[in-house]
């Protein structure tokens, strides 16, 4: 691991006051990127505080707001991402077929009108870097431009998230198979 | 303070920012008339900070004005409290913004980058999607760290042990950090169809994505 957890005894006294501030938050504790990204205090703690909206918070429903972030982890290759967000996904009711899906590059076959609607913006904006007015509109029609904000936030957070992450290195828990298997690009 | 000073204030911020508010042609540009108090007070928060205008995506972030406020957090600490050299900073964002092909970002920091000391040769290379031919030592660290980071999503232990030993950890994570932030910028002004200012012509030429 290329930026692991820095130990209590090492932080400087701004690390230790937003290690602090980040545990004592929704998250409880620094998993993640954030033992990585405390190596820059002030970015860590925005960071967090952006991310604590984006879950839980957000206007979109919770297992839309994980198909989001999973398809976010996929274009990424961020594995822990999507490690940790399939547990949190299904935890929301996210059929594990459609999880299956999008950690092989597949469309997901079986999908609810609100899961496709969000699977098709969320492959359009990182695929061809924009949502087809077609996408947008039926975003912008189902939960507002409110929630076309928070869709687009939570896919560039976990954008930023997933680079945190895998140049630092961070693995996922011993034992656990990788999700993401290497894609042929096309 | 109360509703009618914050909207004077606003007011007074708008008008003293001129045509450079943003105009997106998927999220009408909102009046400080037709604000909400949260969207307001948020308006003026980023108006009244280092920017001093209401710009890029922050039109459209006010839609979410929680979202937009916590964004605009992160903004500031990525532009004005990075451990990383203004102009290498600027750098890592218009390879973001040649990534993504944002425009408006493109126009909004080439001008920043050029400020900062960035040669503008290095600028024009970059934007016809060639690698720089003339760089610092710095200025290819940084690439090489950025492109990496943006094709391959990942960086080689070369690239990070180097940025490492001359930056630190913590410009390793500010390097990322302003990176990750400006990807969200773009996905928002190209989903906002942010439009540059009359007259200016789209700095990017489109190019085949290799990925």
Not at chain 2, 31 to 50: C, H, L
Not at chain 2, 181 to 210: E, F, H, W
Request: proline share 7%; hydrophobic share 45%; glycine share 6%.
């Amino acid at each position: 691991m290329r930026l692991p957890p820095i130990p209590d005894a090492d932080r400087t006294p701004e690390q230790q006051r937003v290690a602090t501030a980040i545990a004592a938050g929704p998250r409880g504790d620094l998993r993640g990127p954030f033992n990585a990204l405390l190596r820059s205090p002030v970015v860590a703690e925005r960071v967090a505080v952006l991310g604590e909206y984006l879950r839980f918070n957000t206007s979109i429903p919770f297992d839309l707001n994980e198909l989001a972030i999973l398809v976010t982890g996929r274009a990424w290759d961020a594995q822990f991402e999507f490690y940790a967000h399939r547990l949190l996904a299904l935890k929301a009711g996210l059929p594990d077929a459609i999880i299956q899906a999008i950690a092989e590059g597949r469309r997901p076959d079986a999908m609810t009108a609100d899961q496709e609607m969000v699977y098709n913006f969320a492959t359009e904006l990182h695929r061809d870097r924009n949502a087809s007015d077609a996408s947008y509109a039926r975003v912008k029609e189902r939960f507002g431009e409110q929630g076309v904000i928070d869709l687009v936030a939570v896919m560039g957070y976990y954008s930023l998230v997933g680079m945190v992450l895998n140049v630092a290195g961070v693995p996922v828990p011993p034992g656990e198979p990788l999700p993401l298997k290497p894609l042929t690009k096309a | 303070m109360n509703r009618l000073r914050m909207a004077a204030t606003l007011a007074l911020a708008l008008a003293a920012s001129g045509p450079a508010w943003a105009q997106d042609l998927r999220f009408p540009t909102l009046a400080p008339e037709q604000m909400t108090e949260a969207q307001s007070r948020v308006a003026a928060a980023i108006a009244g900070g280092p920017r001093g205008r209401i710009a890029g995506p922050f039109n459209a972030w006010l839609r979410s004005p929680d979202i937009g406020d916590r964004l605009q957090r992160v903004g500031e600490g990525v532009r004005f409290k990075s451990s990383i050299p203004r102009d290498l900073n600027e750098f890592a964002i218009l390879i973001v913004a040649r990534e993504w092909t944002a425009q408006y970002e493109w126009y909004a920091h080439h001008r920043l980058a050029m400020e900062a000391g960035l040669p503008a040769a290095v600028a024009a290379d970059l934007a016809q999607g060639r690698k720089p031919r003339q760089m610092s030592t710095d200025q290819a660290l940084v690439y090489d760290f950025c492109m990496q980071l943006h094709r391959d999503h990942q960086v080689t232990d070369a690239t990070f042990n180097a940025v490492k030993a001359r930056f630190g950890e913590q410009g390793v994570i500010d390097l990322i950090a302003v990176s990750g932030y400006y990807v969200i910028v773009s996905m928002t002004l190209n989903t906002a169809q942010t439009q540059l200012p009359a007259g200016v012509a789209p700095p990017l030429p489109i190019l085949r994505r290799r990925s």
